[in-house]
């Protein structure tokens, strides 16, 4: 309500006065101002207000959309993922990183959603596509992940390898096995090898590779198949050799030996050179081999003296370690071949922190005058030579 | 072995459940202590005129190794030094003063203070196996495990400021603020780590 009475004078003479674009109500007896308008009607909205996208968060939508495209996922897989990577980017944690980090972001957001959404695949696929440095994307992920608060579940290697075989892995003709035998085999492979402390703690890609290979192998056992090496099979397949894949060729081996010897109608002894051509056999009677092996694995161990019973001492526990490498048939290499950890100084029984500190003792740790002039002495020999 | 809990010898033992008589070893490795000087330190001094030392001039600290206690400490001219090395926070005090003293003999104004434990590791392990991926589901968000980047399932109790690092083998490594935190930490982890384990003998 307009006030109709000036309240410097108390006179009713008002009239409306503009200052400007202003409108304003004065008193005409004693000039005070009763009442003003607001100065302009509408906010201005100019260029320096509005907010442009950020070109960096679009480029890095675009490079996961890309990675979406050459992994030909679902689209719902491409939406999370660039949904991912604007949540992320925005976040304290990533908005001022270099932009090498945000491209790594991408990938794991690509990561990240596949693996939510149940599409098999490895931070190895990841990496071979945005060619970055193991460490770093590791580092990414781990903040992403707690940044974002995602819980992604784990992806077990068994469902990774038929995309592997059907995406990366491309015979020749002469070379070619039908892709759902290999995967077939390989999957068998992975189960046996897990079954026998190959595949905790290892990772996946050198065992997947392994197990293809012996896979490969075993499908069609020529000679011209077994007298290619690793380092042939990825030139021909054209996929890049991972050296720990040698190590688990030689410990599946070794695990297929434990089950071939105890195939019945094998004459001959079963030795990792000779062991590819029973793999078929091996794979088919898997879990009654397993039974036969351990039997014969437990009646070993029983008609050797037992030599843990009775021992006293720090070393009790390994000895115990190292027989139960021994007592089972399948352990883990960190059993088998156990540290044997320092023995305790028992002289140091007694510490509590405040003892008395001898001057001889501490005289054993300081140079004698003659000592330290000797020793400046060759140093300054040293560094002139 | 040692009759009380945490004694000197650097074990300590809980009983895993009132049924189990079987006690788990939990055996300190590595106590990280630090203390001050209250003084500058002259580095060339310490390097010259001590021995079991290593200068390094380009990261401005030098290298002191103890015998007795087996304690390796570096020594900033700030008068900050870290001991690592000990196998118990009492250790890890004596093998402090020790190096306190040598270098009051070298002629510093030293004076022992702030004395303060700021990490023990401690390895442990279960008398079985751990099935890694059924341990993270049943205690996300607190345990992670990312098999590609490091083997062990991690878990982090943010109370007692410890980290546990899970190992399928059944071995367990702990750190922690001091030697209290680390042994409630494998006390806390434990009757999770027994809901998942997996049978040693396959």
Redesign the interface.
Known sequence: MLSQTCQGCGGSNIVEDDLYCQPQRVCVDCGSVVSEGVLASEPVVGPAVAKKPCLNLIKGEMFSLTMCRILMVHREIEQLSQTYYNKAYQHESFLKVSLQKKEVLAGCCVLVSCRLLNWPI???TILCLINADPTLV?EV??EM?SAL?I?AP?VLITDVIETHIQDSLHLPEEFAENSKDLTRCAVALVELAA???IV?????VPIIMAAVYLAWQSLRPTKQRLKTSLEKFCQIAKVNKYRPAVKRIAEIKEALCKLGKEIPWVREAVTPDNVVQHVEDILQHRYALLRRA?RTHQDLVEQTPNSSSVKHGPHE?NDV?LN?GK????A?P??IRAKR?RV?QP?????????E?S?S???????TPQE?RD??LTQKMFEKS | MCESPWSPCCTAHFLMDSSNEEALDIIVTNVVATFRTRCHLNLRTIALEGTNVIYKPEVGKVLMKLRKPKITASIWSSGKIICTGATSEDEAKLGARRLARCLQKLGFKVRFSAFRVVNVLAVCSMPFAVHLIDFTKNNRPIASYEPELHPAATYRIKTLKATIQVFSTGSVTVTGPNVQNVATAVEQVYPLLFECQKPLCK
Do not use: N
Request: net charge negative.
């Open positions: 490895t931070m190895a590791g992920y781990q992940i608060k819980e784990i079954d026998s402390w905790t703690g290892r990772k996946p351990m526990r370690e139960w007592r089972v048939l399948f883990p960190c059993v950890r305790e002289e140091l029984q007694d510490v509590t922190g405040d003892e500190i001057d003792e501490i005289d054993s740790y300081i140079r330290a020793f400046a």
